[in-house]
């Protein structure tokens, strides 16, 4: 327990076999407590004169007491975040194993570009004259990400992957009350393998969501697909690769048999990052996408932001995409679609628009500069590497752990807990001793299409030697589960800044406010 009741470190037990310290603190790992907590009355970074004799009009309004922030002195807070961020896991410090989610090396380049003055201090409010290298940059991302999709439309601004689905879902919707056939249509269909923002996406619109379950290759099962359609179905949603990792092989056949329908096919491209430069979604009859640039192309992600999900749309609903987009003018100058008036001269008609402003411009810029500084063939390899490391994890644990699907995988190994059956292990045991190795645990218990899942993503940014590494431990790991080392899991982790933790209650009785101590409590 550190001073303020929190469970910290080990104290006697066989794995770690260490002692509680006096501070809390493990050698150079230090404790730390809120900044609530270590308010210091009176402490204060700055040096503000005192004011010029004032006559105060809030008469008997004037707060008494303190404004309740902490007080703390420049070095405090320094040390304060400094603590925190050493405790903090990420792509910059290790292997993050995490699958869909892509956490992959940011090149620094991305950085310097993103904080160029024109790039990053730009205001959304600034006249479009000032700012035509911004406009600029974003028009020829919009470019590429066409390029390199084989989509005619694209829209920059919405803020994540699950916005940009909102996004596409919306110009889906759009599409079908320019055809009078909105009421009719009410179904959107999604395979089990779907990412479940897809099916959220779905219901949040009104839809009624129907799911279409997977065969036993973890693709969907195309006979019970057509069985499905009808002349009431809006659309399916259509993770690809899917969330088994697995690329839907019947995909053309998918996208016919929609269309033939009349409905529409939206593909979740969170990752793209596999089939970027490979494949376009747009020749596989593909009429909305999102990318996650946060995945694909870079940028530091994690912790809910940032992100950014620009989705590319099909002839049939590029029309209909949101406000505001860039224009090149014929003097070569960049302009902003930002009204209506403005999109009905320009002969579209979108359906609204997602965000305030125009999108995220840092990532608009990281997200160029990967692309530019990896050139085409640089992308290829992207892909081509993603899906090498991914299959030399699978190939290399097939024997360890139990693989779900047989064939090899495209960016992303999936695992499920047969391996684990009779060690008296699960899944969250099993990921939490990983954190005991130095490593952040891979997606646990998703996709849901089989039992206990362990979902791997090493991107291709890692090396020979770290990824294996990671196999090595990996192995151990699998090897002690089942050969009864039950408490390197069971009690696991042991050696991090805090222990497991009591998810349950942290879900159902969330504590979301901090209270000072009772004085009873303080005294003590
Ligand atoms: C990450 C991901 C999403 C959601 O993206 P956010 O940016 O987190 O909203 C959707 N689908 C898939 C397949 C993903 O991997």
């Not at 929190?6 to 790992?29: D, M, Q, V, Y």
């Not at 002195?73 to 400094?82: G, I, L």
Request: hydrophobic share 40%; with cysteine.
């Amino acid at each position: 327990m550190n001073k303020q009741g929190r469970p910290t470190s080990i104290a006697n037990t066989a794995h770690g076999g260490t002692h509680n310290t006096f501070t809390g603190n493990k050698a150079l790992e230090l404790e730390e407590a809120l900044l609530f907590e270590i308010d210091n009355p009176g402490a204060c970074g700055v040096d503000l004169d005192e004011p010029e004799d004032y006559t105060s009009r809030l008469g008997n309004l004037a707060r008494q007491g303190r404004i309740g922030l902490p007080s703390v002195s420049e070095p405090e807070v320094v040390r304060h975040f400094v603590r925190l961020s050493s405790k903090n896991y990420s792509i910059d410090a290790g292997l993050y194993p995490l699958g869909s989610c892509t956490m992959k090396h940011n090149p620094r380049l991305n950085e310097k570009m993103a904080r160029l003055p024109g790039f990053g201090d730009v205001h959304p409010l600034q006249p479009q004259k000032t700012v035509q290298g911004a406009l600029e940059l974003m028009y020829e991302l919009g470019h590429w990400l066409k390029e390199l999709t084989g989509m005619p439309g694209v829209t920059l601004s919405p803020k994540a992957g699950a916005h940009g689905e909102l996004c596409g879902m919306m110009a889906i919707r759009a599409a079908l009350i320019a055809r009078g056939e909105d009421e009719s249509r009410s179904r959107v269909l999604v395979p089990e393998s779907a990412h479940g923002t897809n099916p959220a996406t779905a219901a949040l619109l009104g839809y009624k969501v129907d799911a279409i379950p997977a065969n036993a290759e973890g693709r969907v099962d195309l006979e019970a697909f057509k069985a499905k359609l009808g002349p009431d179905v809006a659309a399916i949603m259509l993770t690809n690769p899917n969330t088994c990792g697995l690329f839907e092989r019947d995909i053309v056949e998918i996208a016919k048999a929609v269309h033939e329908v009349g409905a529409y096919f939206y593909c979740d491209g969170a990752n793209f990052n596999a089939i970027v430069g490979r494949v376009r979604p747009g020749d596989l009859g593909i009429d909305a996408m999102h990318i996650n640039l946060h995945k694909t192309f870079s940028t530091p992600h994690g912790g809910g932001g940032p992100g950014s999900g620009p989705v590319v749309f099909s002839e049939a609903l590029a029309p209909f995409a949101p406000l505001p987009y860039v224009v090149k003018e014929k003097d070569g100058s960049f302009r902003l679609v930002e009204s209506e008036a403005d999109a009905e001269a320009d002969g579209t008609s979108p359906f609204g628009r997602m965000t305030a402003f125009h999108g995220q411009m840092g990532m608009f810029t990281r997200a160029l500069s990967y692309m530019l500084s990896h050139g085409s063939d640089g992308l290829r390899q992207v892909a081509e590497d993603a899906v090498l490391n991914a299959n030399y994890v699978l190939a290399s644990l097939k024997d360890d752990l139990t693989p779900s699907f047989e064939g090899p995988c495209m960016h992303e190994a999936l695992f499920d807990d047969r391996f684990l059956k009779g060690t008296g292990v699960e899944t969250l045991d099993f990921a939490k001793a990983m954190i005991d190795e130095g490593y952040h645990p891979m997606t646990m218990y998703f996709p849901l299409v089989v039992h206990g899942a362990l979902l791997i993503e090493p991107t291709e940014t890692e090396s020979k030697q770290s990824v294996d590494l990671f196999i090595a431990t990996l192995k151990d790991l699998a090897r002690a589960a089942k050969s009864n080392d039950k408490a390197r899991f069971t009690g696991a982790p042991y050696m991090s800044p805090r222990r497991r933790l009591d998810e349950t209650a942290a879900a159902r009785k969330p504590v979301l406010r901090w209270a000072p101590p009772s004085p009873a409590q303080a005294a003590e």
